[in-house]
Each structure stands twice: as structure tokens, then as C-alpha cells.
């Protein structure tokens, strides 16, 4: 009698072999056979193939059992679902071993411990249904995985609940959803070394930016420990964010981002007398550090480049992954344990645009709670607090279609549920744990990693969850109206007039990416400041010279995870800018140097020991005045330094400075003068700098400017305010305040046959074009170099520009 073969190497495995060992073994097998000599390093083992979950199932005789349970079960009641699946996971789990697979599993494991020259070898047991990853459904997660798992009579128990979890609850609702066969999807099983990640990290990577799609970025996510925790968003982890274009490029290190998770806790191996795995407090240390060095994410993002670049030649199509990664804390070595394609975002129509917009008066004084937003859509309905499976009947819940599920971590079994919610918000978890993941898949908006929703939500109450805001989710009180705009960028019409847009938030970049744009005209430093920095410059600075303990406390709780308060401020604000730069790059980004009020520094932690007060700050000490000014000359270098690390060290040249509020050429001599002694040179390594023109001054004396400077932009919002000598703060004098008056045109027209005669460029970033097609009229028959609109006006703009290019190109007909 012929002896079935059960059992493959790791590396016998190959991405045509999925109907036999699965995705993930198939994608394992692919890597440790193609990959290998770029240097990338997987822990090597065996797999237990699919055909051994078949043969389990005849031998035991369970293919007619499991199918007349499902068969009478209606998977859309969780309780009848809970009662089938608990049923058939525990006929598998009670079923015997061929006397064949045992011997065949046996001896591979044995195998593997002479490999590497162990008695005992542990290994991690992960489930690879064949049908896993396929283009048209992420089966990711579906099943289980099994860890810290030695000797061959307990791998044999980790198979067989491998096998169970074949029908986890989700597992039957999902393949239902898809339309697919219980029977005609097998289990294989990847029996792996263990990397010692429990004293090291672990978690994922995806070759894309999992909340807009943006292709250009490896985003990690990590934490102390075994990855478990970061894939079931036990965990708030760490992010990093990489730009792929200049990875690699000899000097540069194009780590976009770092955010710092909380990290409260992490999976380790549990001792002799305990679990196999255990969940344990991280220390204080390591809540404050990063779990991977900088070298070590760029050299992960390296590796997901490399992983992605391969399966894309393999597909012959772009092919993003989502791979699994850990680091061992015994070697401090890198692994890649996990990767599969991304099924989320490589699926979508990349030329469709839905924007959900709220209206900014109804939600002012209505906010909640906030946490890390999942999508970008908005929706409203009625709390409902869930504990977790344990503590909850199913068969009680009046959970209703439509309703806002509210929980510490959604629990994988609840997917049927999570299908009828209108919104999920979740205490714990990050942008890449399973609660996340799944909101993808079903379009729903979530909201992870809240910390404390289910203190402060509770069951009836009415609440808008808003996804639409940027990387922040906000969860606001009653129902709040909102309008859903959806847009086929392909049917844009083109222009001849370069559009650029006005970007405020890092948080949108990679959404706004996707536009038909130039470039971005327009992107502020304070709201980086304000948002992501969140204290004053000079008070991070002189904090512990002015004794106020609760400043100091803020500050060194704000600064955690970096080297001190200077490093914190230079990297958060060089994130922000890399962050808009790498979305628009190779296109120019013109950065404006921070231009507070007295008035606006003032209201930041720490701001009043050192503004003083203005009658009008609006014509005060803002913009250049600052920047050389003995009061602030040591906060402004820290912006010349965030400006050369984006340029220098992330590689992003793209970036174009501008200097707003510069009234004098002896003052833009000054600024010149402090930006060198901080290490910004004009003309140096490319280095541009532009004119904010938005004093009358810019205009009168435009040709003496333009010998120091290479380009114009043309402030009309503060040109208008000075021109028509208004404050346009002033509820009072708003009624006159416009930017299409008479006056403020003349000086606008003026500007721009200056720019040109001295062949420089000149466009505009204020707010008039976005709002009146007439204005935007004016300045296309002026010849304007550009227009920089906000993202909300872009598509109006660009639409009225074209009739105005076409009526244009009419008349020149016409007259020929």
C-alpha cells in the first residue's frame, strides 16, 4: 500500500502549492526559497499539509456530523452560531491521529531539533487554510495559532486544535458571507521555530498605508513581547512610518514617523508550573521606549519593500503585503515569521473619492472621547457596551442593526455582530489589530485604542463616530448631521494652470495624495505645532528655570520616548513635514515658517511666560520679527533643524521654505542671517525660499525682493487685511472685509508683473480662489504661476478653472 507523504519542508513550499499548504505556507515556503539571499531571515520548519486535515476528518468520520450541524444552524444568530461552532470545534478536538501522521509528525519534529542542534526545539503552531488570502477574500485571522509549543505529543495537540479552528464562529459566518464551501477548504499547518520575541518584539507591516491606500510607505506597528498582542489590539503599539522611494539611497534614513504606543502589556512565555503563554505588565522603561531601533525599522521596511517588490513581479501586478515580523531578544536579530497580500486596499478602485463632511458649529461642544481612526467615514447611532464573550450571553444580546458596538477589544467571534454595527469603538488595540482589520473589510468606521470609551459611553446613549477628521477618531454626543460627497477623480478635467493644494493636517497627506494636484502651496507649521508638539517652543526649552512644577510634569510626560526636550520638538515637527512631503513628493511642498500671534502662542501650555500682550497681535510681533529676535531666535533654530533633517536626512528636497509676515528687505537679510547659523543656507543642497507677499510692502518693493528670493506667494487673506486696513479678526468690520476688492486686485496684478519681469514665480495660497470662481478668473488672465486651494475646494476650483481656460482659449479662436 503507497504511503502518503504528510509532511513538506518549510522551503519545499511554493506559492503554487496554496491548494495543498495554504497561504501562509505557500507564501513562507516562496520566501525561504526566493528571498533567503537578500538577506532576509525566517526561522525555518515543517508543514503538515492539507491532506492530513482531510484524512483527520475522514478517520473520524466527521465531514456528515459537522455538515448536518451547520446545515440546521442560521448564522446570523450568534447564538445558534456560538452553539454550533462550540459543538464541532469539540468533535475535532476529541478525534484521533492515523497512526501515519503521527509517525510522519513525529519524525519531522525531530527532525527540526537536529537542524538546530536541540533536544527540544520550540516552535509556533499557526494555522493556513487553503483558501487564505486569496484576491477576493482575506481569510487573515480566521484561524488560530499556538506558541511556546515543545515536544511532539503536545505539537500533536497543537495540530489538532489547529484543525478545530477551522470552525471558529467567524471562520463558519465568514466563508458563509463569501459564499464558500465548508469542505472544500482544507487546513495546513506551519509547525515554525519560536522566535524568543517574548523578550524581545514582535508585530506587523504593511507595504501600504492601511488607512488611505497611499502606496509609497511601509507602516509598522510593534510592542514588547510575543505578536499576538499587536494582532488582537491588546496593545496600543508603537508606529513607524518609511518612504519607500528613498529607502535605501546611500545617506538617507526616510523614517517619516514615530508615534509611541502605550504598551502597557505584553505575551511572554509562561513558566514551568503555568500556560505555555502568559500576559504580564511591561516595565516603566519600556512603556517609554520605542521597541524597535530606527536602524531596525529601516531595516524591516527594506525587507517589506523587498517581500512586496517580489510578489509583484511574481503576480505581474502591484501585490501589497501584510507581513508579520519579530525580533529576538537573545540575539537582537530580525525575523519576517508571517506575510501574506494585503486585501483591503489593493481591491479598491484607487480613482473613486467619498468625502463625509460634518458641519464644524454642531460638533464644537459635543465632543466625547477621541482614539486612532479606521477608514474615513462618519456615522451615528446608539451605544452598545459589551463586556466580552465570556461575561455576556449571546443569546440575550438586543444588539440591533445600526447600533455604535462599544468594547475594551472586539473578541474575533463577534465578526457576524460587527457586520451589523453602524460604528465600533474599542478601548485598546491599534490601526492593524484584528478589530481594525475586519472594520476594513466590512467598510465599517472604528475607532481603536480610546483607552477609556467603556467608562465614559454606556448602552442607549446616541453618539456620532467621526472617521472623516484625519489619523484622530472623535466620538461625539447625539446625532450629528453630516453630508457623504463621492467623486471619480478620473473624470477631473485637466488644466493648464498648475493646482496646488493648502495642506494644514500631517494626518490627511496620504489621503489627499491621490488628487490631480502640483504640489501643496501652503502647509503651516503651527498647526503642527499646535496638534502634535502641543507646547510652547521656548517653554520646552527654559521649562525647569521657571519652577512651575505641573509645567515640568507636562512636559516630561509629553516627551516620553525621546532623548530630551529639543530632539522631541525637532522630530515631531520634521514627522509632520516629511509626512505632507513624502505624500506629494517629487512635487514641490512649500513649508511656511510658524507664523502664531502673540495671542494664539500664549493659550499653549507654558505660552504666557513668555508673549506679551498685544493691543493687535495681528499686526505685532508674528512671522520674520520673531525668528532674529533674541526672545525667540533659539526656538526658531529648532525649525531651521526639523527643515534640514526633513531635507537632508529623510532625503525629501522637495521641500520649499517660506517666510510669511517679512515686512523689510533688512529683515529678510536678518532671517537669512539666523537660518545660517542653524544650518538652512539659500541655494545649498537645492534649498528654495519663498516670500509670503502679504504685506503692502511686498508689493511696493517687489523687485528689490525678488533679487533674494525664488518665488512669490501671495497671502490674500493678511494682504487683503492690510491693503483695506481692517483687522479680519473683527466681527465688526467683516462686512467690508473682501478679497476681491478693487484695491486688493490692483496690488495682487502688480505683484505678478514684478515676479515675472524678474522671472521668479508667483502664486497664491489664500483663501479667495477656493471660494469664487471670478477671483480665481482674475488671477488665471493675470498669468499666475499657481493656485493653492484647500482640499475641500479643490474639485470646485478646478472645474471653474477649466471653463474659464476653455472661454479663454474661445475668444483666442474667436479673434484668429
Known sequence: ????????????????????????????????????????DIPFGFIVVADAYYSFIKYNKLDVLISTLIG?????????????????????????????????????YDALCAYYQKMDVDVAVRSSATAEDLPDASFAGQQDTYLNIAGATDLLDAIRNCFASLFTDRAISYRKSFGYDHFQIGLSVCVQKMVRSDIGASGVAFSLDTESGFKDVVVINGAFGLGEMVVQGAVKPDEFTVFKPLLGKPGLRPLIEKKLGTKDSKMVYGEAHEPRVKVVPTTEIEKTRFCLTDDMALQLAAWVVAIENYYTALKGKWCPMDVEWAVDGETQQLYIVQARPETIHSRKAQQTLQIFTMDAKAKSTQLLLQGIAVGDKIAS??????????????????????????????????????????????????????????????????????????????????????????????????????????????????????IMMNVASPDIAF??????????????????????????????????????????????????????EQTYFIDKLSFGIGKIASAFYPHKVIVRFSDFKTNEYASMPGGSYFEPSEENPMIGWRGASRYYSAAYKE????????????????????????????????????????????????????????????????????????????????????????????????????????????????????????????????????????????????????GIDSISITPDSFLKTVEAIKKIEDQANYQVKQTA
Open 1 to 40: 500500500m503507497k504511503t502518503t507523504n504528510y509532511i513538506l519542508q518549510l522551503n519545499e513550499a511554493g506559492i503554487n502549492d496554496i491548494d495543498r499548504v495554504g497561504g501562509k505556507n505557500a507564501s513562507l515556503g516562496e520566501m525561504l526559497q526566493n528571498l533567503k539571499l537578500l538577506g532576509i
Open 72 to 108: 440546521q444552524t442560521d448564522v446570523d444568530d450568534l447564538a445558534q452560531l456560538k452553539r454550533c461552532g462550540g459543538a464541532i470545534r469539540r468533535l475535532i478536538r476529541e478525534g484521533e491521529f492515523p497512526e501515519e501522521i503521527k509517525t510522519q509528525v513525529a519524525g519531522a
Open 381 to 498: 447611532g446608539r451605544v452598545h457596551l459589551l463586556e466580552n464573550a465570556d461575561t455576556v450571553s449571546l443569546a440575550q444580546l438586543n444588539f440591533k442593526a445600526g447600533d455604535v458596538l462599544v468594547t475594551d477589544m472586539t473578541d474575533p467571534d463577534w465578526e457576524p455582530l460587527m457586520k451589523k454595527a453602524a460604528a465600533i469603538v474599542t478601548n485598546k488595540g491599534g490601526r492593524t489589530c484584528h478589530a481594525a482589520i475586519v472594520a476594513r473589510e466590512l467598510g465599517v468606521p472604528a475607532i481603536v485604542g480610546c483607552g477609556n470609551a467603556t467608562d465614559l459611553l454606556s448602552t442607549g446613549q446616541q453618539v456620532t463616530v467621526s472617521c472623516g477628521e484625519g489619523e484622530n477618531g472623535y466620538i461625539y454626543a447625539g446625532e450629528i448631521p453630516f453630508k457623504i460627497q463621492e467623486y471619480d477623480l478620473s473624470t477631473l478635467p485637466s488644466v493648464d494652470t498648475p
Open 511 to 564: 489621503k489627499l495624495a491621490g488628487y490631480p494636484h502640483c504640489g501643496v502651496g501652503l502647509a503651516r507649521e503651527e498647526f503642527i505645532i499646535s496638534n502634535y508638539i502641543k507646547i510652547h517652543p521656548q517653554a520646552l526649552l527654559q521649562h525647569r528655570e521657571l519652577k512651575d512644577e505641573a509645567l515640568t510634569l507636562l512636559i516630561e510626560d509629553t516627551i516620553k520616548g525621546y532623548a530630551d
Open 635 to 782: 526656538a526658531f533654530g529648532m525649525e531651521c533643524r526639523a527643515i534640514k533633517k526633513v531635507r537632508e536626512t529623510m532625503g525629501l528636497k522637495n521641500v520649499v521654505v517660506m517666510i510669511p509676515f517679512c515686512r523689510t528687505i533688512n529683515e529678510l537679510m536678518r532671517v537669512y542671517e539666523t537660518m545660517k547659523e542653524y544650518g538652512l543656507v539659500r541655494g545649498e543642497n537645492g534649498l528654495e525660499v519663498y516670500l509670503m507677499a502679504e504685506v503692502p510692502s511686498n508689493v511696493i518693493l517687489a523687485d528689490q525682493f525678488a533679487r533674494y528670493i525664488d518665488g512669490f506667494s501671495i497671502g490674500s487673506n493678511d494682504l487683503t487685511q492690510l491693503v483695506l486696513g481692517l483687522d479680519r479678526d473683527s466681527a465688526l468690520v467683516a462686512d467690508i472685509y473682501n478679497e476681491r476688492n478693487e484695491a486688493v486686485k490692483m496690488m495682487i496684478s502688480q505683484l505678478i508683473k514684478a515676479a515675472k519681469k524678474a522671472r521668479i514665480k508667483v502664486g497664491i495660497c489664500g483663501q479667495g480662489p477656493s471660494d469664487y470662481p471670478d477671483f480665481a478668473q482674475f488671477l488665471v488672465e493675470e
